[in-house]
């Protein structure tokens, strides 16, 4: 640990020293609209938070301001009402937080952490894992790239449904990015900063973040903050066994069938029937039936909501 106390002070922290036993959170991208595995994944977060007697926030995760895609922040917000999944708090936005994320890499600086490197994408060719060839070189942190080196140590944790999950940080991923050349901020470090500040206790997301997750938590280390339970959701796959994604084209969710979708989620995520009503019962009903060794371990869909 870098810090005998954390810079800074979760924002939502308990009264007292009684931090909440499960503080869970939903953080979509809107790099396009919400689809129905983006569904899965709010619906099996918020179950889970509810089912421990938990709060549930929702995050934008828009730093990425190259990558947003016109109308779907909207779209989140529609689909959060129509379905009724009302945080515990009110939502955040990355990109108004831009601050808070320069103040954990100033930090990280001051402690040696961190270097700028000037490689090019051409430079860097087709290694996936970075060499460090910027590592001692000291070089000015303006318009440069900033890295956070790893040691040559393996991480570990339980995933709640995926099992036991290692990577060898210097092996298997190498120093990665914390903030571009041109200046956005990574989504390593703005998840790490923001689950810390927002006291999530437990993260509920799809196994397409499984890989990121080691990062997260050697940062998170760097830091001195806590380790959080994950949960890693299979991925829904259409029949032709491909990923549900906005690359693939999935539909939007239409808010106007919030019941419809929110039963096939269920059905999808193999949770007990729950019988159609208004989004609000059927969550209170989905809920107090929640188990998540009914979860499978792939996601088969069909329908007409792919
Ligand atoms: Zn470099």
Redesign the pocket.
């Given at each position: 640990m870098l810090f005998n106390n954390p810079p800074l002070t979760p924002s939502l922290q308990q009264k007292g020293d009684n931090r909440m036993a499960y503080v869970g959170r939903f953080a979509p991208s809107p790099t396009g609209p919400l689809h129905f595995g983006s569904l899965l994944t709010a619906v099996a977060s918020y179950c889970d938070a509810k089912a421990q007697q938990g709060q549930w926030f929702v995050r934008i995760e828009d730093t990425d301001i190259p990558r947003i895609y016109p109308g779907s922040e909207q779209h989140i917000l529609e689909c959060l009402e129509a379905f009724q999944l009302y945080p515990d708090a009110e939502i955040i936005f990355q990109k108004d937080r831009l601050d808070l994320y320069e103040a954990v890499i100033d930090q990280l600086h001051v402690a040696g952490q961190v270097y700028a490197?000037?490689?090019t994408r051409k430079?860097?060719g087709s290694n996936h894992i970075?060499a460090?060839?910027?590592?001692n070189?000291s070089l000015a942190f303006e318009q440069q790239?900033i890295?956070v080196k790893v040691e040559d140590q393996s991480i570990c944790f339980q995933d709640r449904l995926q099992g036991q999950h290692c990577s060898n940080l210097k092996e298997d991923l190498g120093d990665f990015v914390l903030k571009r050349r041109d200046g956005i901020i990574n989504y390593q470090l703005a998840v790490v900063v923001d689950d810390y500040l927002q006291g999530i206790t437990h993260v509920v997301r799809g196994a397409d973040l499984l890989d990121n997750t080691e990062r997260q938590i050697w940062l998170a280390q760097l830091l001195g903050y806590p380790t959080l339970s994950y949960m890693h959701l299979p991925l829904a796959m259409n029949a032709q066994g491909q990923k549900l994604s906005k690359q693939n084209l999935a539909q939007a969710l239409d808010p106007k069938q919030a019941p419809e979708l929110l039963q096939q989620a269920l059905l999808a995520l193999h949770q007990p029937a729950v019988a159609l009503d208004r989004p609000e019962i059927m969550l209170q009903q989905a809920v107090a039936q929640w188990n998540t060794d009914l979860i499978p371990h792939s996601i088969e869909l069909e329908g007409h909501f792919l």
């Amino acid at each position: 640990m870098l810090f005998n106390n954390p810079p800074l002070t979760p924002s939502l922290q308990q009264k007292g020293d009684n931090r909440m036993a499960y503080v869970g959170r939903f953080a979509p991208s809107p790099t396009g609209p919400l689809h129905f595995g983006s569904l899965l994944t709010a619906v099996a977060s918020y179950c889970d938070a509810k089912a421990q007697q938990g709060q549930w926030f929702v995050r934008i995760e828009d730093t990425d301001i190259p990558r947003i895609y016109p109308g779907s922040e909207q779209h989140i917000l529609e689909c959060l009402e129509a379905f009724q999944l009302y945080p515990d708090a009110e939502i955040i936005f990355q990109k108004d937080r831009l601050d808070l994320y320069e103040a954990v890499i100033d930090q990280l600086h001051v402690a040696g952490q961190v270097y700028a490197c000037a490689c090019t994408r051409k430079m860097l060719g087709s290694n996936h894992i970075y060499a460090g060839t910027c590592r001692n070189l000291s070089l000015a942190f303006e318009q440069q790239a900033i890295r956070v080196k790893v040691e040559d140590q393996s991480i570990c944790f339980q995933d709640r449904l995926q099992g036991q999950h290692c990577s060898n940080l210097k092996e298997d991923l190498g120093d990665f990015v914390l903030k571009r050349r041109d200046g956005i901020i990574n989504y390593q470090l703005a998840v790490v900063v923001d689950d810390y500040l927002q006291g999530i206790t437990h993260v509920v997301r799809g196994a397409d973040l499984l890989d990121n997750t080691e990062r997260q938590i050697w940062l998170a280390q760097l830091l001195g903050y806590p380790t959080l339970s994950y949960m890693h959701l299979p991925l829904a796959m259409n029949a032709q066994g491909q990923k549900l994604s906005k690359q693939n084209l999935a539909q939007a969710l239409d808010p106007k069938q919030a019941p419809e979708l929110l039963q096939q989620a269920l059905l999808a995520l193999h949770q007990p029937a729950v019988a159609l009503d208004r989004p609000e019962i059927m969550l209170q009903q989905a809920v107090a039936q929640w188990n998540t060794d009914l979860i499978p371990h792939s996601i088969e869909l069909e329908g007409h909501f792919l």
